[in-house]
């Protein structure tokens, strides 16, 4: 597993690059990479690892497998509930022609191909983090390239004439900082365990634990700074979420609180979510997927697009294929994802789909939570995977960086490696 491991580590330190130069050629360097790794894993995973990752992965992997067969169903040409563009798109050729759900079937397809690849990257990152040193290996990687994302998106507010991000590329940098901020404050945790369950045993490896926990400091200090100076208030509020989630384990499990500590925690954040939601201004007639986002053109468009996208959705990856129809003369120039990611999957995939997303979020955090209360001293890894979620979460309603393949890729190993060491092998 060696090998597969280093391929987890290429495409974690490739998701700077990704942001930097994606497209479909981008996705099919990952595609490739990964089935390589997937028949490497097939090769090299032991029997005892293979029976225990399969008991961790089995009800995410069904509940994953929701989402890729609904977009397999909107790309078929089955005529039911079919978009009502292809009605329009009959009467002009004056012929009958193959109707979808989606718009742009293509488009679907590629979507489709995008998603599964991600899926198979989260797999790859539970294989390997079934085994605690290869896991470290991960850990470590998404730390620094939680850094080199914070310093590209502090170098973009310096330096933007000459590094120029986009609106999707900004989000995509400022959600991964974010989520490098999380996993910093993981990797710190994990360096506090492993000093207090090494001292006076392995004199060699203090100076190396406190090593990597003053290189872990500094990782979260540089995701926070970023966030602080180049992101709106509403992504630093996200940031913070997710870094107390991870001092708030440590509280519990210090003082073991039990679930003294689990009620306090969840009164004082359902106070502050309240009191954000309820003082935060909203346009009239906006909608509230829409209300956290940035005002922008594309919120002007993806609130046009919500009104009029069915139950089912237009078809995923179809948002660029209409931004042109709802893009008016006098708007101003706008890019072609939409301004929150919540947004984009309540026009793409349907409103239904995007409730279970979010409540497949909740149910992990909650997963994770648990798993970090009753785990032994790997407890900062389901940690993460809680904290991460969190944050994520709450990004989903103010920027459309989730749908980016940079982003993709973080989350993907995170849930992966959160997902693999949330039960103990030797339980």
Sequence with gaps: MSKVRLIVVLLICASPGVLLWDGLIAQGLVAGIVAAG??????????????????????????????????????????????????SAKLALGRSIASSVSVDPAASIIALGQYLTLGAVAFLSAAVAADRVRAEWLL??????????????????????VLEFSTFMNAQAADCAAMGAVIAGAACMRSLERYESRHGRSHGSV??????????GVALVLCVAAVIFEEPPEVLFATACGVVIIGWIIVVRRFRLGAWGVVPFVVVVSSVALLVFSTHPVERG??????????????????????????????????AALVPVYHAIDDPPGGSAASTAAATLAIELGRPLLWLFVLAIAASILIFLRAALVRGRDSFYPAMGGGCLVTLGLLIFMNAGLLGNATGLIVAVMFGL??????????
Excluded: C, Y
Aim: aromatic fraction near 8%; avoid cysteine; charge should be positive.
């Design 286 to 319: 906006q909608s509230a997927l829409l209300a956290f986002a940035a005002s922008s053109s594309e919120a002007v468009v993806s609130q046009r697009m919500l009104k009029d996208a069915p139950l089912v959705g237009t078809g995923a990856g179809t948002f």
């Design 207 to 216: 100076p190396i634990l406190l090593w990597t926990s003053a290189a872990s």
């Design 38 to 87: 997937l028949v490497l894993t097939a090769r090299a995973l032991r029997p005892g690892e293979a029976e225990f990752l399969v008991s961790i992965i089995r009800p995410a992997a069904a509940l994953a497998a929701v989402p890729a067969l609904w977009i397999l169903l909107q790309a078929l040409p089955f005529g039911f509930l079919a978009n009502p563009i292809w009605t």
């Design 418 to 427: 959160s997902t693999a060491q949330s039960k103990s092998r030797t339980a």
């Design 140 to 161: 470590f990687a998404m730390t620094g390239v939680g850094v080199v994302f914070a310093l590209l998106l502090m170098a973009h507010g310096l330096f933007s004439p």
